[in-house]
């Protein structure tokens, strides 16, 4: 069974750090590009970063530039998000990706699994 799960969320001051990790299981995602979006209350879910395959290529939502980092350790099936300088708009529900191919986009369609999501709460 192929999962994706989110941890790391929690409740942070404004311009505070938090880093989500997202380990994968039931298959290996290192030749897939992985991402991570949010949801916040009332609003659609929006991309946030993307990363490719093997790490060399990343986007971000202009939102989050300068201050989210992703990365990911293929040697342990895991997607990271290094979040800094948090905003209380920054408050959502997190969630990880798997695309469908070696390079994502910013499309939440083009990406075939995704977790159950953790709670990030950025208050002011």
């Known amino acids: 069974q192929v999962q994706l799960v989110e941890s790391g969320g929690g409740l942070v001051q404004a311009g505070g750090s938090l880093r989500l990790s997202c380990a994968a299981s039931?298959?290996?995602?290192?030749?897939?590009?992985m991402g991570w979006f949010r949801q916040a209350p009332g609003k659609e879910r929006e991309f946030v970063a993307a990363?490719?395959?093997?790490?060399?290529?990343?986007d971000y939502a202009d939102s989050v530039k300068g201050r989210f980092a992703i990365s990911r350790d293929n040697a342990k099936n895991t997607l990271y998000l290094q979040m800094n300088s948090l905003k209380p708009e920054d408050t959502a529900v997190y969630y990880c990706?798997?695309?469908?191919?070696?390079?994502?986009?910013?499309?939440?369609?083009?990406?075939?699994?995704w977790g159950q999501g953790t709670q990030v709460t950025v208050s002011s």
């Open positions: 990363i490719s395959w093997i790490g060399r290529s990343t």
């Open positions: 990706a798997a695309h469908r191919l070696y390079i994502g986009g910013q499309a939440e369609k083009e990406y075939d699994y």
């Open positions: 039931g298959r290996t995602f290192s030749d897939v590009a």
